[in-house]
């Protein structure tokens, strides 16, 4: 399979803790970008990366929250002293760039739930 | 800013009968457009966009969408449904310029058989 992969598919921890998310884009695909959904939502936009550089966060993105694509590969998003309000399904999606009117393509999503 | 409305929570349609999914939108400039499907315990898996061009568009599954600039529209739509097709439906919006795709809320569609 070529697709967009994540891991872990499912992460349960309890408030206060830490936790990574990793995403392998469609090789070759220079952006990268994460979502997040909650329950009865669409998916809102957090960040996408440019191959290393991160170009655009949302208010979203706390401080709590940081994203990193430290070789323009794969991208991992660290949730510090995790609260009950994160519980959400993580989504990642790429897609490559050139004229600007790409598809972004998602993958299966990493589902959240702090206790 | 970019707004996607889904008016529908949920559509129900019979097996073999046509079926609609709406969606408006609303962007400063020129939208870029698109229908991702969910289904249980998945992603978001693509099914058509509108860039540029002919109005109508074609996309995977037998699935197309109009798009309506006068009325910011941009209904998807199937000649004749399959049960298969029951999902969660999602209408997403991308301002010309913009990287972030802005979605709506999503419809559930409930094919019966």
């Known amino acids: 399979d070529t697709g967009v992969s994540q891991n872990p598919r499912h992460k349960i921890t309890k408030r206060g803790q830490n936790v990574t998310f990793r995403c392998d884009p469609i090789?070759?695909?220079?952006?990268l970008y994460w979502y997040r959904q909650t329950l009865g939502q669409g998916p809102e936009f957090l960040t996408y990366f440019q191959n290393e550089a991160q170009l655009e966060k949302s208010r979203l993105l706390s401080d709590r929250f940081s994203a990193e694509r430290p070789k323009g590969s794969f991208s991992t998003l660290e949730i510090q002293r995790t609260e009950q309000g994160d519980s959400a399904m993580y989504l990642c999606a790429s897609s490559p760039w050139t004229s600007g009117r790409e598809t972004q393509y998602f993958g299966p999503g990493t589902r959240l739930l702090v206790l | 800013a970019q707004s996607v409305a889904q008016p529908e929570d949920q559509v129900n349609v019979a097996e073999g009968n046509p079926l609609t999914v709406k969606c408006t939108y609303s962007?400063?400039?020129?939208?870029?457009l698109f229908w991702y499907v969910q289904y249980p315990n998945r992603g978001l898996q693509f099914l058509l966009k509108y860039i540029t061009g002919d109005n109508l568009v074609k996309g995977s599954y037998g699935f197309e969408a109009e798009f309506n600039k006068s009325q910011t529209s941009f209904h998807l739509k199937k000649p004749s449904a399959l049960v298969s097709d029951s999902a969660l439906y999602f209408c997403?919006?991308?301002?010309?310029?913009?990287?972030?795709?802005?979605f709506g809320t999503g419809t559930r569609l409930l094919v019966s058989p």
């Open positions: 962007v400063s400039g020129n939208p870029y």
């Open positions: 997403a919006v991308r301002d010309v310029g913009f990287q972030k795709l802005v």
């Open positions: 090789s070759e695909h220079n952006r």
